[in-house]
């Protein structure tokens, strides 16, 4: 991917910050205690908005808005934090992702695991909550393929489309 960007990036219309994950410390480590493992992710997406976030406008101006994006479990991690912050994410592109906690923890879900399941979450939201003006002024691209692996990704994706239509 960062290779067919390569022209934008030289040219200075693109900026790139990737940023690794700790899935198999939370969402892939399907044997592990459930709270640790979400209080792990957690830590994680409150290093992303308390330190990526801040170097990335501290690089391009307070102002600048960000765009999450991201394939498979990175299209559900992109998701997560532009549904869970509006504010600071202006666009989001997630390809093949999954929406809810249950693929992860199952039938286990306290308040850390619901504040990263978008499909839990905005299903809770109520319809004049402030984020659902700010989801309706930014841009949502979220698309699945069709291929064989895809059925869980496809019905999560219409849920989140169904949900994001009602609100």
Not at 139 to 147: D, E, F, K, R, S
Request: aromatic share 14%; glycine share 6%.
């Amino acid at each position: 991917m960062v290779d067919c960007a390569a022209e934008f990036i030289e040219s200075g219309k693109l900026q790139l910050f990737c940023i690794d994950s700790v899935d198999a410390e939370s969402w892939s480590d399907l044997n592990g205690p459930k709270r640790p493992r979400i209080e792990r992710h957690e830590q994680w997406y409150n290093y992303v908005i308390e330190e990526v976030v801040p170097f990335i406008h501290s690089y391009n101006g307070t102002g600048s808005k960000i765009m999450t994006t991201g394939c498979s479990m990175g299209a559900s991690h992109a998701a997560n934090f532009f549904f869970r912050r509006p504010d600071i994410f202006d666009t989001v592109i997630a390809l093949s992702g999954y929406y809810s906690s249950d693929m992860f923890f199952f039938d286990y879900v306290d308040d850390l695991v619901y504040a990263n399941s978008p499909l839990h979450y905005i299903e809770g939201m109520p319809n004049d909550h402030y984020y659902v003006d700010l989801y309706k002024q930014n841009t949502i691209i979220i698309c699945t393929g069709q291929g064989a692996w895809e059925d869980d990704m496809i019905r999560s994706t219409t849920r989140l489309k169904e949900l994001l239509q009602y609100k």
